[in-house]
């Protein structure tokens, strides 16, 4: 069984569909366990700097928990996993800290999305790449995932290779930041996500890409798994692919989360 954790909402401002219809899609799928993770409003910002296209604003928070357990409610051959997609931002973490333990949340998906102030991920700024070298760019991105991992913030890193997202990739080896992060992660006792969103973007290629993710096993790392779905049809998509990619890492279970406890199942 695979669950998909990593579901996003109208209330984000760039994702389509009713959160009933994820729902229906994942009982045609037969997906038994799911979980919304929207994105956290933006916490790091003053209020005139927030774009409603990234995330969904402070009011519409509550708003999002209440018809996560209203859907609970009505889909009880479902379980539905209550998360937020929460992003690193250096030098903020005491302001996510305060949000988070007040929130009756399953589990918390952390995300490198910047650098800086670069949005990295975002289609509008891909031209900033060009002013990069891609090795040291590769190296200022995994410290920084690193440095999510350690905050102790979150309970699962999310795509944790994202930087690959538009397909600009180093000529280097890059094996030994692999590891190094892999090392970084199992000490923080993290879990990593097996995100199936790369397989619609350019990089063409789950996140993580095979090579990390056999080192993440070597660590011992846990993982699981979630589309990143924007949309209901993304619900479980790629969901074959991230199977035959974790039986080639070695691993034989996913991590579930309840009450950011988690426990194992096998696959
Ligand atoms: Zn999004
Ligand atoms: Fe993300
Ligand atoms: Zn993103
Ligand atoms: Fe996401």
């Excluded at 984000?12 to 929207?38: I, P, W």
């Excluded at 924007?230 to 991230?242: I, L, R, S, T």
Aim: aromatic residues 10%; proline residues 4%.
């Amino acid at each position: 069984m695979l669950v998909d954790y990593h579901w996003h909402t109208t209330r984000c401002g760039h994702a389509s569909g009713t959160m009933q219809e994820y729902l229906n899609v994942a009982r045609a799928k037969g997906l038994t366990e799911v979980g919304f993770a929207d994105h956290i409003p933006m916490y790091w910002l003053k209020s005139n700097k927030i774009d409603p296209e990234l995330a969904m604003s402070t009011t519409e928070l509550p708003e999002y928990l209440a018809e996560v357990e209203l859907l609970r409610r009505t889909n009880l051959d479902i379980n539905i996993k209550l998360g937020l997609e929460v992003d690193f931002i250096p030098g903020h973490e005491a302001t996510a800290k305060k949000i988070l333990t007040a929130l009756p949340l399953d589990y918390v998906l952390g995300s490198v999305h910047y650098l800086n102030d670069w949005g990295f991920d975002n289609p509008h700024l891909i031209h900033h790449y060009q002013e990069w070298d891609l090795l040291e760019l590769y190296h200022c991105y995994f410290e920084q995932i690193r440095a999510a991992a350690s905050s102790g913030l979150f309970d699962i890193i999310a795509h944790p290779d994202l930087i690959k997202k538009f397909g600009y990739r180093p000529q280097k080896e890059i094996t030994e930041i692999y590891r190094q992060t892999a090392r970084v992660f199992a000490d923080s006792e993290v879990c990593v996500e097996i995100n199936t969103a790369g397989l619609r973007v350019p990089a063409q290629e789950i996140y993580p890409s095979l090579a990390f993710l056999k080192l993440l096993h070597r660590y011992k790392v846990p993982v699981t798994t979630g589309s990143d779905a924007h949309k209901p049809e993304h619900v479980g998509q790629g969901f074959k692919e991230a199977l035959q990619l974790l039986e080639l890492a070695g691993y034989r279970e996913i991590t579930l989360f309840n009450k950011r406890q988690k426990s194992y199942c096998k696959i």
